[in-house]
């Protein structure tokens, strides 16, 4: 294991798909896969014992499950970053990905390349899934809904909100399309 190397784990109900990322990504010098796996909980001890820099959950087939994998993977290990992968991305999803936390919510069908770019980003600490918002005001509505709700909630909740006022009144634009 290179410590030197971005240091990813893939998880998917398809073996075909999964062997797939890893043939994409195997050839990357940058990238090691340190393994592939089904969607379910058993992964989360392979991830406590060779902790990953970026996860990559594939939420089709049981959406749910994926969704729940990621938020027990950012729960268990803040420092993963989660890339959910959907060969069917809508809204919906993406509002779920960002409530799991996912720092990238990325198509299927993107190539190689751009699958290595994401990883890379990830693996930064950057969040690629927070630029979707700025093209897609149903969802940043839907995120700024649940932040006004949350802040609702009681006092101490809202004084732990992770928006300033600034950064909700600009999220409050884009919902409403200006951006």
Do not use: C, W
């Not at 779920?96 to 299927?108: F, S």
């Amino acid at each position: 294991m290179d410590t030197n190397k971005i240091q990813v784990f893939i998880m998917s109900q398809q073996f075909l798909f999964r062997q797939g990322i890893e043939h994409a990504l195997s050839s990357v010098e940058d990238i090691e896969i340190l393994g592939n796996t089904e969607v379910n909980d058993r992964v989360l001890s392979a991830i406590d014992t060779f902790p990953p820099d970026v996860a990559l959950v594939d939420i089709d087939g049981s959406t749910d499950n994926g969704l729940k994998l990621a938020h027990k993977i950012r729960q268990r290990s803040p420092n993963i970053g989660v890339i959910m992968l959907s060969s069917n991305p809508n809204d919906t999803q993406l509002f779920q990905a960002l409530k799991a936390q996912a720092a990238a919510y990325l198509a299927k069908d993107i190539t190689a390349d751009q699958l290595v770019d994401s990883v890379r980003h990830v693996a930064r600490g950057e969040h690629p899934i927070n630029e979707s918002l700025t093209t897609r005001p149903k969802v940043a509505k839907q995120v700024f809904q649940e932040f006004q709700e949350l802040s609702r909630r009681s006092t101490a909740e809202a004084f732990i909100s992770p928006l300033t006022p600034r950064e909700t009144e600009i999220l409050n634009y884009i919902a409403q399309g200006y951006l």
